[in-house]
């Protein structure tokens, strides 16, 4: 009736593989920058708005500047951004969602009402109004996208622990006197894993997006420092003049986006966690 | 089920409460901010601060001035705007119709398109379920503002000649309006379509197990009839439910659409007052389509438990 | 009037092929009733879904063999005519009444659309004759209650429901799977005596599958005994229950301690 498909497991561990070597190249550009792009990001030329050539390989934006050195300079900008905003997530989801779900009642009630608040905001109008309040830098970004993204995060947090606190191991480490929250943090957390994973990688993805579209519609990090969002809106600009400077930014944007999505996907299949 | 309804709403209640406190003290925290902007300049003499403190109630104490802007906005007062000194609600009226057109139109491509693309996944397996999650997993990765730009590129440098750009009011030309509103409604709807798919997919899956298609089946009805009155039909409910849900990523994503199609919505409205600093424009439009979405949210839930009372078994 | 000779069926599970009936072979004669009896995995249900060609959702198997239906093997047929047999000729009641209908459609319309496909009837003739169907299978108010949900019924109105919609074709050969296992023990005296009322009154042939030897004693003439995708023994039913010669024919009549109550009640 139907071919016979590769195993779920299998295919998930092929497209974690993958996606982990996507991350790499990812990360190897981030931490190198500076020192494997051919030009100065911020070095100008006579040679402005030039489609690809031999000299620059994606060609160069209005004032001359090479457009692959402010791609690779501008990603890590992006992507540091991604991490540390969503690091920064994951680890107040992990303090709300565990507190919530481990402790249970009046406690959980009141975190879970007070994240609902956050929740009800469409994410991206809410990190446009924090940011319009806070003035677009650096810190204040990193601590808008930190914001929007705690709520979801806490949830995926609490939903395991409510269950996994009421297994048999974690009476049994009570029993012989483990402390609660040492308990929370040895025996419980480590059984909620492979969905917090799935989140977070989803998430990240999520990430790229709000800070690539922030910094598209202007929020992003101040000039001149070079920024996906940015160069994309500006070869918009002048897409007429050069219409093929669109691709770089837009090829990175979906290549950092595809990378958590492809993750996402793997570890999911691989750890068996449900779709939803 | 009245009963029902009253309690969803009445939950709905502290979380409006909530979500008007963050939009009112969002803008309010700006440290000196507020009435600089509100007088319009950054350079101003004491005397015209403490003016426009005194005229936007500012020098009040901070619940006061809370309690009286939430009377306000539930009387439908949501302040007057900085930049044109115009009410926020008679600028922003327009805008929001615009912007649920546009919405409208992008959640029923993405209802159609998704559908369509779940269903040949789930019932054709093999190749065509790899081909549309690989689709998916490429559709989730393009930012809608990506492929706004990519479509605006294209049409706009090879085909200029159908000019679709150009934003036509739907009272001055109903069809005109739509076809304009056409392509932006294909970007805003190519992300949130792949939710639709997905939850397509896992919904005929669900739904083709069931004994009832079995029996379907063993009727010995034509596989056409089985398709539409058996699967389909049990399928959508669920469907449609989280087609409604993505109305929070529509509203978002509409801000980023409506400002590279330069369409005069909501999202264009807020993009505009975030650059002029329009504080009580940007308070009104948190607020409002905060309270559009959870209410929406409602909506879904009562209408899939009228539905479900008839689906669920026992 | 159906002659089934050396039928396999091989389910494809990833790759592995694991076969689940093994060259068995049985008859069905016209009229007549014929029971189907062993533990859950010993074949029956995949054999009388067999005869349907009835691949369960998603999964896929392999059929060997012969099914000859009036001299014709069903194995050959192409899926169009195929389903020309299915529900027309040969009809199937199945274990759980609960999930059997389509919770959007009303049970009126489940009959309708069955009637409209074989017998060419229009809509205000299948609803008549789907009105006579409900009444005959005991539904009380049949004018009304065809227009409501099946969640408005009973587990056992379901299942009286589902046989109207077997038999509103007056199929020659009705199978019926585990037709009583989900319902209360009262309601399935009730269903199966239906079951028997309705056979005579059609004139069709009922092969009927049970791990329960309860159900087939009063109902069915001849018994095939199944286990492990083998028939193991077979024969007259007072003979079988009399003198089994297999072991596990002995264990499963064993494990029956109800059998003269069901039997008196049956």
Not at chain 2, 61 to 69: D, F, K, L, R, S
Not at chain 2, 74 to 91: C, H, M, N, Q, W
Not at chain 3, 220 to 234: A, F, K, L, N, P
């Amino acid at each position: 009736m139907s071919e016979p498909a590769p195993r779920p497991r299998h295919r998930g561990q092929v497209m974690v593989a993958v996606g982990v070597a996507m991350l790499a190249t990812l990360i190897l550009i981030m931490i190198l920058g500076p020192s494997i792009a051919p030009y100065s990001p911020s070095a100008t030329s006579p040679n402005s708005l030039d489609g690809p050539t031999a000299a620059h390989w994606l060609g160069t934006d209005s004032i001359g500047r090479d457009l692959l050195s402010r791609l690779i300079v501008g990603g890590r900008g992006t992507l540091t951004i991604t991490f540390v905003a969503v690091a920064l997530a994951l680890t107040a989801g992990l303090i709300l969602g565990l507190t919530s779900g481990y402790i249970g009642g009046k406690v959980d009630l009141i975190i879970m009402r007070l994240l609902d608040v956050v929740f009800a905001f469409p994410v991206f109008l809410l990190a446009i109004a924090v940011v319009a309040a806070l003035g677009p830098t650096v810190k204040n970004l990193i601590l808008t996208i930190a914001i929007v993204y705690t709520p979801a995060m806490a949830r995926v947090v609490r939903a395991p622990v409510l269950s996994i606190k009421r297994w048999d191991h974690v009476e049994a480490a009570r029993s012989v006197g483990v402390g609660e929250f040492a308990i929370a943090l040895r025996h419980v957390l480590p059984m909620a894993i492979s969905p917090i994973l799935v989140q977070t990688s989803l998430i990240l993805a999520n990430t790229i997006f709000t800070v690539t579209a922030l910094s598209f519609l202007g929020l992003g990090p101040p000039p001149p420092d070079p920024n996906w969002g940015s160069m994309l809106a500006e070869a918009r600009q002048f897409m007429e003049l050069a219409p093929l400077t669109v691709i770089g930014p837009a090829v990175a944007i979906v290549f950092a986006s595809l990378t958590f999505i492809v993750l996402a996907n793997g570890l999911r299949e691989m750890l068996d966690v449900g779709s939803r | 089920m009245l009963r029902m309804i009253l309690v969803r709403l009445a939950l709905t209640v502290p979380i409006l409460l909530g979500v008007s406190i963050v939009a009112f003290g969002l803008m309010r925290a700006l440290p000196g901010d507020f009435v600089l902007a509100a007088a319009g300049t950054n350079t101003v003499s004491q005397e015209v601060i403490d003016t426009t403190r005194r005229q936007l109630g500012l020098d009040r104490p901070i619940w006061e001035q809370y309690g009286i802007w939430l009377q306000n906005a539930l009387s439908g007062d949501l302040g007057t705007s900085f930049a044109t000194k115009k009410p926020v609600v008679s600028e922003l009226l327009p805008r929001l119709a615009v912007t649920a057109e546009l919405t409208l139109m992008a959640g029923l491509t993405a209802l159609a398109f998704g559908a369509t693309t779940g269903l040949a996944s789930a019932r054709l397996r093999g190749r065509t379920d790899w081909a549309v999650r690989g689709l998916n997993s490429l559709l989730l990765a393009v930012p809608n503002f990506v492929i706004a730009t990519l479509i605006v590129l294209l049409f706009g440098l090879y085909f200029p000649t159908i000019g679709i750009f150009n934003y036509v009011p739907f009272a001055k030309d109903p069809l005109g309006n739509i076809v304009s509103l056409l392509l932006p409604a294909i970007s805003l709807a190519l992300t949130v379509s792949v939710t639709v798919s997905e939850n397509t997919r896992a919904a005929v899956l669900e739904v083709s197990s069931q004994d009832y298609v079995m029996v379907a089946r063993a009727k010995g009805l034509l596989a056409r009839t089985i398709l539409g009155n058996y699967l389909v039909r049990n399928a959508l409910t669920p469907v449609i439910t989280v087609t409604g849900l993505q109305l929070a990523a529509l509203l978002g994503g509409s801000i980023l659409i409506e400002t590279i199609f330069t369409i005069p919505g909501m999202g264009q409205y807020l993009f505009d007052s975030v650059t002029r600093r329009d504080y009580p424009v940007i308070q009104g439009i948190v607020l409002v389509s905060s309270t559009i979405v959870l209410l929406m949210n409602v909506l879904v839930d009562i209408a899939y438990a009228r539905v479900d009372a008839r689906v669920s078994y026992e | 009037m159906l002659e089934v000779r050396d039928l396999t069926a091989t389910f494809n599970r990833e790759g592995t092929p694991s076969q689940v009936v093994n060259r068995i072979a049985f008859d069905i004669a016209p009229g007549e009733a014929v029971g189907f009896v062993g533990e859950s995995g010993s074949g029956k249900s995949v054999t009388a879904r067999a005869v349907m060609r009835l691949a369960p959702e998603g999964s896929s198997i392999a059929w060997g063999g012969r099914i000859l239906f009036k001299g014709q093997d069903l194995l050959a047929l192409d899926e169009r005519q195929m389903r020309d047999v299915r529900g027309r000729r040969i009809a199937m009641v199945f274990q759980d009444p609960m999930a059997s209908l389509n919770p959007v459609m009303t049970v009126g319309q489940q009959i309708d659309d069955m009637l409209m496909r074989h017998m060419g009837l229009s809509q205000g003739a299948a609803r008549k004759r789907t009105i006579e169907l409900l009444a005959q299978v005991g539904i009380r108010d049949p004018e009304i209650r065809a227009d409501d949900y099946p969640h408005q019924f009973s587990g056992g109105m379901r299942q009286r429901v589902l046989i109207a919609i077997a038999v509103s074709c007056q199929p020659d050969l009705l199978i019926a799977d585990e037709p009583t296992t989900a319902l209360d023990v009262t309601v399935q005296a009730q269903i199966l005596r239906l079951l028997m009322r309705l056979r005579k009154e059609i004139g069709m042939a009922l092969m009927l599958i049970t791990h329960d030897f309860g159900v087939i004693a009063g109902m069915v003439e001849r018994v095939y005994v199944m286990h492990r995708g083998d028939i193991v023994e077979s024969g007259q039913v007072d003979a079988l229950f009399a003198d089994p010669k297999h072991d596990y024919t002995k264990a499963l009549l064993a494990a029956v301690p109800r059998i003269e109550t069901a039997r008196r009640s049956a």
